[in-house]
């Protein structure tokens, strides 16, 4: 059986993806700020190390596979928490285990988000988070604001995904991302129930061509799909889990 880690395993899809995982009879080691096997906090330099040294402790024979799925609202402030958590805590993560993954062969699914084509384009944004620069990256997004420093973020994965998939599946690890969209976790409870946000919420949700939010276990299922030897041909792809909803928006792309 297969040797697997998650980084948010805690709660949500990572929490869904977990129980699928061992229930087909993988081993599975999760990094969360809580309830974890290895607690860590992503936003910072030395959680993301921490959370590293432990998987490396914990696999010395190597992960099968690994899908970073800690993240952080739009609705977080200050908005460079979002940029250090989702963008730079996941490249942390992904980069630092990369040789585990080469030693069997390994698979990577990021989790981007079908916020990241409508919202996400700030190409000033998106060029520091590309090149790396996680300060210069804080420093301008805390002007612009969390609805950008998220979907930007996103929309950053996908693209550093799809910029590094060929070089990673050279030395045998496949690489992929889902954009997942709204689905129904502790990430998103908040704004259903906010007596600020929910009106707009169940609007958007009326308004999509499947009319309801996924469960968690709908994006677990795709995730599992492209971690597995069934996907052994799809790299560099980034496959929506959104009901229809990012095809509704932006038909003619691709
Ligand atoms: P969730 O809140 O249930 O899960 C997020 C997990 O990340 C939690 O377990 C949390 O403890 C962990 N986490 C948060 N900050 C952390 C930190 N600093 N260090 C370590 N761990 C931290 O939400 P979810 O919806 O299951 O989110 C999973 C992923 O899916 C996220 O990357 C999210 O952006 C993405 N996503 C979610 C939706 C949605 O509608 N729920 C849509 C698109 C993408």
């Given at each position: 059986m297969g040797t697997f880690a998650l980084t948010g395993?805690?709660?949500g899809i990572g929490a869904a993806l977990k129980e699928q995982l061992v229930g087909a009879g993988h081993s599975v080691t999760v990094v969360d700020i809580?309830?974890?096997d290895i607690v860590a906090d992503l936003s910072t330099q030395e959680g993301r190390r921490a959370a590293v040294e432990g998987l490396r402790a914990r696999a010395p024979e190597g992960l099968d596979g690994f899908v970073p799925l800690a993240g952080i609202g739009a609705?977080?402030?200050?908005?460079s928490l979002i940029t250090r958590v989702n963008y730079f805590g996941v490249i942390a993560c992904v980069e630092g285990v990369r040789d585990l993954l080469e030693r069997r062969q390994g698979s990577v699914v990021l989790i981007s988000s079908n916020s990241g084509p409508g919202l996400g384009r700030h190409s000033e944004y998106l060029e520091l988070l590309l090149a790396g620069d996680e300060s210069g990256a804080c420093e301008l997004i805390d002007r612009v604001g969390s609805t950008v420093a998220y979907a930007g973020a996103k929309l950053g994965l996908a693209r550093w995904m799809r910029r590094h998939a060929g070089e990673y599946v050279k030395a045998g690890v496949r690489m992929n991302a889902v954009a997942p969209g709204v689905t129904n976790t502790p990430m998103v409870e908040g704004a259903f129930e906010d007596p600020g946000t929910k009106e707009a919420m169940h609007a958007y949700v009326a308004r999509m061509p499947m009319a309801r939010v996924a469960d968690p276990t709908e994006v677990a299922n795709v995730i599992r799909f492209l971690l597995g030897?069934?996907?052994?041909?799809?790299?560099?792809s980034l496959l929506f889990?959104?009901?229809g909803q990012d095809a509704s928006e932006r038909p003619d792309e691709p």
């Open positions: 395993g805690a709660t809580k309830q974890a609705h977080v402030t200050p908005a030897p069934e996907a052994s041909f799809v790299c560099g889990v959104d009901g």
